[in-house]
């Protein structure tokens, strides 16, 4: 038996290697694997092989089956190979796949949107680091040493003195450290802080905060500036409000809410029934800061504002969880093909 087999394995593999045509290599095929090939007819001898001696026969045998199906899929690949060298293959057709194109993410799309509406109005663009320094992102913007939002609950610490910026406020300063007023910049960009993920939070999103610094700037500036941007975003003329509240970089300091978009103020789930929506932060530079910068006391004032890119992106769109607008995923996305 064992004679027989390396017989058949030197013929087998000779003849494969012989075969110059698919049709040749597959008759050589069904020679030796075929119903009534050779090989075949070894498997059925071993019948009338002793027992002792039929475990190693078979072994052996399977063996060679594998060998020789190797050297035929081998073989298989090299023909068609010579075969597409010689035929004339247009290797620039395009594919047949239909070809998806990539768009911007929707909270790129709103970003670039809400800079183009402050460009219209006279702004520059400027950007600063997302790993930043304690100073910039709260001593500078006064902060005192033990206020509650140095808290690590909320700081991502790199360590003592360097962190993930919590807000795009530190670019302010930055930004007036290099730049003499007027100025009127927007500074869009990642922040980061250390919270739990849910439907409203995420420990990474995206702010973008708004600076204007000249002489006798007041809030009814801020105000109308506020306004025209909501009109343009949104569109049309929607009321807005400003309720006092504190951040230590201006003063004083407002929110500002709008009418809600849903229901046009008179009370929804989007709103929680108030009719309003909270937009953005927004103030008066405080004249710590402007210290900060190095301007000269009392000679300029201007105002801030900072808003979450995600939450402008959610009430225009519609969209009830932040966390879809980082899982990436392509249902999701495609919704703003085109939209946007
Ligand atoms: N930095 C504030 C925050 O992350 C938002 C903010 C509020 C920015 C008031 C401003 C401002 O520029 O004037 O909560």
Same mark, same amino acid.
């Given at each position: ?28 095929? =069904? ?17 009338? =092989? ?20 190797? &050297?035929?899929? !081998? ?8 075969? &597409? ?51 910039? !992102? ?21 360590? /003592? ?35 739990? &993920? ?79 929506? /909270? ?48 899982? !990436? ?12």
């Amino acid at each position: 038996m064992q004679e027989a087999i390396d017989r058949l394995r030197a013929e087998g593999l000779s003849r494969i290697a012989q075969a110059d045509s698919p049709d040749a290599l597959e008759s050589v095929r =069904v020679g030796l694997l075929g119903r009534k090939g050779e090989l075949t007819g070894l498997l059925r001898g071993l019948k009338d =092989v002793s027992d002792d001696q039929r475990p190693a026969a078979g072994a052996a045998l399977n063996q060679l089956k594998l060998e020789l199906t190797a &050297a035929l899929e !081998n073989r298989t690949g090299d023909l068609a190979g010579a075969g &597409a060298g010689s035929m004339d293959l247009d290797l620039t057709l395009p594919g047949r796949a239909p070809v998806q194109l990539g768009t911007a993410h929707p909270l790129l799309s709103v970003l670039e949107e809400i800079c183009d509406i402050f460009y219209g109005m006279g702004y520059d663009r400027g950007d600063g680091p997302e790993v930043e320094l304690d100073y910039y !992102n709260f001593t500078a913007l006064n902060f005192p040493d033990d206020h509650p939002a140095r808290d690590i609950q909320d700081t991502f610490f790199l360590n /003592e003195d360097m962190l993930l910026r919590t807000q795009t406020s530190p670019v302010q300063v930055r930004t007036m450290e290099r730049v003499q007023p007027p100025l009127a910049y927007v500074f869009p960009g990642r922040v980061y802080r250390n919270e739990n &993920a849910d439907a409203s939070h995420s420990s990474e999103f995206y702010q973008i905060e708004g600076l204007r610094v000249d002489r006798n700037i007041s809030l009814v500036d801020l105000r109308e500036t506020v306004n025209a941007f909501i009109a343009s975003f949104f569109g049309g003329e929607r009321q807005t409000r400003f309720r006092p509240h504190f951040f230590p970089f201006t003063e004083p300091s407002v929110e500002v809410d709008m009418e809600c978009v849903k229901c046009s103020g008179k009370g929804c789930g989007v709103c929680g029934q108030t009719g309003w929506l /909270e937009i953005m932060g927004a103030g008066m530079v405080h004249p710590n800061v402007f210290k900060a910068a190095g301007y000269p006391d009392d000679a300029y004032t201007g105002f801030a504002f900072g808003m979450g890119i995600d939450r402008i992106a959610m009430l225009k769109y519609g969209i009830d969880d932040i966390r879809l607008l980082y899982e !990436n995923d392509l249902r999701f996305l495609n919704q703003f093909r085109g939209v946007l």
